[in-house]
């Protein structure tokens, strides 16, 4: 939550001169604690929504998985804990608000304004003062709520993440896709390059044939694994379109081995390329 509540304006502005003192109307000072009352209130639903948007996220995620003590759920739950300390805080906060604006409306009950040289106006700014003093209080349990939730994103983005399902499938697809191509072209390359080679080439050459014969055998291997993955990848996301996947899920594990078999195909690649160069 990075909105504030709006500064509650000072009371000596809405100050007005009557002859040797100063009056201020009932129905502006009013008026003024209203709109701070409404924010407050405001900004309250505000911040329980943005936590209970987080929760969810993160039951969506436990309720599937059998051991909700895994890393970095506890740790989750720990930012949960702090801004619901926050929110109580505030709500807290809120009823001594009300406490106040119930004495502000017992000393202006049927005036229209109070003055300086009058007793009740000592009383009237301890109201201000206290109005005052409890929004300053709230903007700092709002702080404190802001570090709980930035602090709860760091967590989530490092272990968590969204899925779109389709994008997933024309990933990998076109992965396949272009690794048959790939397979493909250095196959004719390397053909070529054997059938020009004579019975007097070196066996280091022949060596390296038989290196690259490897590396081709084993990226067969994981297109074969990729091809398994996607298959269970469809099993187990159904008809979903998207969806948040965590530690403990298997459709986390399918995408960190996707991430993980890519990586290899581009070692692969590299070490292919590096060795027909020395053909």
Not at 21 to 30: D, G, M
Request: net charge negative.
């Amino acid at each position: 939550m990075n909105k504030l509540l709006k500064i509650l304006p000072q009371l000596m502005m809405v100050l007005l001169i009557s002859g040797c003192s100063f009056y201020v109307e009932t129905a502006k000072v009013r008026g003024m604690y209203d709109d701070a009352q409404d924010d407050v209130s405001e900004k309250i639903e505000e911040i329980k929504e943005d936590r209970n948007q987080r929760n969810n996220m993160i039951q969506s995620i436990i309720s599937q998985i059998p051991n909700s003590k895994i890393t970095p759920y506890p740790e989750l739950n720990d930012k949960l804990a702090e801004m619901d300390k926050s929110i109580d805080d505030l709500e807290k906060a809120q009823v001594r608000m009300l406490s106040l604006r119930k004495r502000f409306d017992k000393l202006t009950e049927g005036k229209k304004r109070f003055e300086s040289d009058q007793p009740e106006w000592s009383r009237h700014k301890r109201v201000e003062d206290g109005y005052k003093k409890i929004m300053n209080g709230m903007r700092s349990i709002m702080n404190n709520y802001s570090r709980s939730a930035e602090s709860f994103d760091y967590i989530a983005e490092k272990y968590l993440r969204k899925v779109d399902v389709e994008d997933v499938r024309s990933d990998i697809n076109e992965f396949l896709s272009d690794f048959d191509n790939e397979i493909k072209a250095f196959q004719s390359e390397l053909d070529k390059r054997r059938s020009n080679s004579s019975d007097s080439d070196n066996t280091s050459r022949e060596s390296t044939f038989q290196e690259i014969d490897q590396i081709i055998e084993k990226m067969k291997n994981k297109r074969e694994i990729l091809e398994s993955i996607l298959n269970t990848f469809n099993l187990e996301v159904g008809d979903e379109k998207e969806f948040m996947t965590g530690p403990g899920l298997k459709t986390y594990t399918i995408t960190n081995d996707l991430v993980a078999i890519s990586d290899e195909f581009s070692s692969y690649i590299n070490q292919l390329e590096k060795l027909t160069k020395e053909l």
